[in-house]
């Protein structure tokens, strides 16, 4: 079984600071790790995702994440936010790529502060 | 692309009446899945399908749930007999086997009554 945990169900911080979403995973087997953006009334659109290889991702708008083995973490960082960076955030996990279904964290809510 | 598309994108209705919601993935894509969100719980994985099969229906919440894939370009996801607690925002998403991404539709937002 797998388990997906964002740490912090909010998140404030002013613009273009910097910001760290937390998540840490639990799974018996190799995983897939995926980070996607809920902006309001919308669908989720993929940020990154790390299957294997460099342990530092980059993906869209800025965002990056590390994927830390020993730690089972994968936290996303963005080193200066914006005010349309203000979203839903959620860290997923998967054994099987994009071929098995997602499990999710709860998802934290990034809040960008003028 | 138009991506995957769900439709209705809202529904109001009344307990114990039937709903569908509709899914068309992207074209070419040969894995579908379901998910839905609500507050409690965040998003949870329904069922999902690879080349129009049922792979894993283990978080189909219970019987009155039923999911098809008639073919590789639709799919439904019926509640028979509704209830409120189904309220919630169901997502359809579809991916190719063998790449990692799923990609989302904008949702359904249910609302039962």
């Known amino acids: 079984a797998q388990s997906v945990t964002q740490l912090d169900s909010q998140v404030p911080v002013f613009e273009e600071a910097p910001v760290e979403l937390r998540c840490n995973y639990s799974s018996s087997v190799s995983v897939y790790l995926f980070w996607y953006v809920q902006y309001p009334n919308q669908g989720l659109q993929l940020l990154l995702k790390y299957l294997s290889g460099s342990t530092l991702v980059k993906g869209i708008n800025g965002f990056e994440a590390e994927f830390n083995k020993s730690q089972t973490s994968f936290h996303l960082r963005k080193p200066s936010v914006h005010i349309s960076d203000t979203a839903e955030y959620f860290c997923a996990v998967s054994s099987g790529g994009g071929a098995d279904g997602l499990t999710f964290g709860k998802g934290t809510h990034l809040i960008i502060q003028p | 692309d138009a991506g995957v598309i769900q439709s209705p994108r809202h529904e109001v209705t009344e307990m114990g009446q039937e709903v569908t919601l509709r899914c068309k993935p992207i074209s070419g894509h040969n894995s579908l899945f379901w998910y839905r969100q609500t507050m409690m719980r965040g998003l949870e994985l329904l069922i999902y399908f690879n080349n129009n099969v049922p792979i894993d229906d283990s978080g189909m919440p219970e019987d009155r749930f039923s999911a098809k894939m008639p073919n590789a370009s639709f799919s439904t996801l019926k509640i028979q007999p509704s209830e409120p607690r189904d309220s919630a925002v169901y997502f359809c998403?579809?991916?190719?086997?063998?790449?990692?991404?799923?990609?989302f539709g904008p949702g359904t937002r249910l609302l039962v009554l």
């Open positions: 998403a579809s991916s190719y086997r063998g790449q990692e991404t799923q990609y």
